[in-house]
C-alpha cells in the first residue's frame, strides 16, 4: 500500500493539527514497515518527519489555506503513485484520482463565522465539498462526528472516530521538583491558575477573566495569578481590552506559544488549569494537564464531557460565578484536588498515539481495500 500524508501545515502553524499530523508520522512510523509511506512537506521544511526505510520526504509547492489549493494540489500529486492520501487538515486535491482520507477536527467556523477573516471563510467553505467528495474521514470525537453529520449531511459510516493523546512528555514532575526556572523565565507568580489555548474570543477567555476578577473580589484566594499561554488569535485585542477594563493587568500574565518541555513544567506547576471553551472538537490541554496530574475544570459543552470523564469538574461556560466557585474549590479543598489529580492521571493514560496511529492504519487499509479492482473471473476454458 502506498500512502501519501499531506504534512505542509507543519511548517506554517506549529498549533494543533500539526501536532496531531506530527504525531501520527511518528507512531506510523513506529507501527508499520510494510506500508511505503510518502510525507509531503513544505519546501523550506527539509527535516523528515520520520527517519525510517518505508518512509520518504516530498516537496510540495502548493501554498496553504489558499483558494487554489486544491486544484494545484491535484497538479502536483499527478506525478506520485499514491493509493491513497490522507489530508490532515481536510483539504484534498480537487479532481484528482486519488483516494482521499480527510480528517476534521472541528467544525468551529460554521458555528462562529463572523469571528473569519474574508480569506479564512472563503478558505474554510470549501469544507462541504471535501467531505463529499473524501472515501473517509477521521474526527477526534463523537461530538465532532455529531456536527459533521448534522451540519454536513455526511454519511455516519464513512466517518471514524479516533481521540487523540497527550505526548508522552506529559506526565506528573517530582514533586520536591521546585519551579522557579519557569517563574524566572515567564515572570509569572508561583501560585497560578493556567489556561492553555489560542487567544480569542470562541476560547471564552471574557469568562475566565470574569470569573478570576469575581475570585479576587468576594474569595480570599491570596495572590494567585493567572497565566495564559498561546498564541493571538482572531480577534484577541478584545481580550487584551477586557483585562484592562477589570483591572487585572498586574495579575494576569500572557506569555505567548511556549515549547513542549516549558508546557510541561507550566502545566506541573499549576494549581489547576481552566478551560471553559464554548466548543472544541477534542480539547487537547484538558487531557495533557491531567497526563501531567493537574487538576482541570471544563466546560460540560461539545467534546469536553466526552474527553474528561469524571476526572475533572465541569461548568456552564456562559456562567462566570459558577467557574469562580469551582477555581475557588479547587484552590481550598485538598482532597478534592488530589481526588482529581489521581483520577486525572488514570483518564490521561487511557489516551495514546499508539492507538491513533493503529486506528488510523485500519482506517487506511479499508480504503484500499475497498477501491481494490475485483480480479476478473477466470474463464471456464483456463479451467
Known sequence: MRVGIDARLIHHQPAGISRYTKHLIEELALLDRETTYTVFQHRNHRQPLADKPNFRRRTLFTPVHRRVEQPMLAAELSFHSLDLLHSTDFIPPLYSRIPSVITVHD????????????????????????????????????????????????????????????????????????????????????NYIFFVSTIEPRKNIDGLLNAYHHLRKYYNVGEIGLVLAGKPGWLYDEVYRRVEELDLKQNTFFIGRVPDEDLHQLYGGARCLVHPAFYEGFGLSPLEAMACGTPTIVANTSSMPEVVGDAGLFVDPSDWEEIA?????????????????????????????????????????????????????????SL
Open 107 to 190: 467544525l468551529a467556523f460554521l458555528r462562529w463565522p463572523h469571528y473569519l477573516t474574508e480569506s479564512h471563510a472563503a478558505y474554510y467553505g470549501q469544507i462541504d465539498r471535501a467531505v463529499r467528495h473524501a472515501r473517509h474521514i477521521i474526527v477526534p470525537s463523537q461530538s465532532t462526528k455529531n456536527d459533521v453529520v448534522g451540519r454536513l449531511g455526511a454519511s455516519p459510516k464513512k466517518i471514524s472516530v479516533i481521540h487523540e493523546a497527550a505526548a508522552s512528555i506529559y506526565r506528573p514532575l517530582p514533586k520536591e521538583r521546585p519551579q522557579t526556572a519557569m517563574q524566572a523565565k515567564y515572570g509569572i507568580p508561583q
Open 325 to 381: 466557585v469551582a477555581i475557588h474549590r479547587l484552590l481550598t479543598d485538598r482532597e478534592l484536588h488530589e481526588e482529581l489529580s489521581q483520577k486525572g492521571l488514570q483518564r490521561a493514560s487511557i489516551f495514546s498515539w499508539r492507538r491513533v496511529a493503529a486506528k488510523t492504519l485500519a482506517v487506511y487499509r479499508m480504503v484500499r481495500d475497498h477501491n481494490a479492482v475485483p480480479a476478473a473471473p477466470a474463464h471456464p476454458n
